[in-house]
């Protein structure tokens, strides 16, 4: 477990930049973290970094976006799980996680089944996100890895 002190939105795309640069095809990252927390934006980051082809934005309505390389390389898969209700519903998506890079916002209790190894961020907002917090507090970022794909974390530092 490695506990990160995110101050602004920009050093959160940075934090995906540089765990987009560890994954591969068959990579799970599971975001979570209230609404607001920085999961898009951690996304946003992750996905510039891989060089995908359009925009990464929330995809709420769509459960799950895929974004292909530019470089034709594993897509990223993007998973709104909000609506989710159990993983019964996410293996229902189809998403061919073999061979995708896939980021699940709001993965917690919908993993289950789906994967033994994924990377899981948990954004945290000091003030817990009350609505007359001020937006841009630093977020602090407790990244997990599970199973042993996952289990040096020394390159987050
Ligand atoms: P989520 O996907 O978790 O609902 P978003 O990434 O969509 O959250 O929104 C986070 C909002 O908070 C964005 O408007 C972002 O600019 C802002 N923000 C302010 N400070 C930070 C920070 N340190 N890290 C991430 N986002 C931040
Ligand atoms: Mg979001």
């Known amino acids: 477990m490695t506990v990160l002190t995110i101050n602004t939105p920009d050093d959160m795309g940075a ?4 765990i ?5 095809a068959g ?4 975001l979570n973290g209230e609404l607001g927390a920085g999961k898009t934006t951690f996304t946003r980051g992750l996905g510039e970094a891989l060089g995908v082809r359009g ?12 974004h292909p390389r530019l ?4 897509p990223l898969v993007h998973v709104d799980a909000y609506r989710l209700s159990s993983p019964v519903e996410l293996d ?18 919908m993993l289950d089944g789906i994967t033994e190894t994924w990377l899981e ?7 817990g996100g009350e609505p007359d917090a ?3 507090e630093p977020r602090t970022v407790t990244v997990t890895g599970h199973g042993q794909r996952w289990a040096d974390l020394s390159w987050l530092g």
């Open 15 to 18: 934090l995906g930049a540089r």
């Open 20 to 24: 987009a640069a560890q994954l591969q």
């Open 27 to 30: 990579d799970l990252i599971a």
């Open 55 to 66: 925009a990464v934005t929330s995809p709420t309505f769509v459960l799950a976006r895929t």
């Open 71 to 74: 470089d034709g390389a594993a």
């Open 92 to 109: 229902d998506l189809d998403i061919d996680f073999e061979r995708s890079i896939v980021v699940v916002e709001w993965a917690a209790g």
């Open 121 to 127: 961020l948990q954004i945290e907002r000091p003030s």
């Open 134 to 136: 001020d937006e841009a």
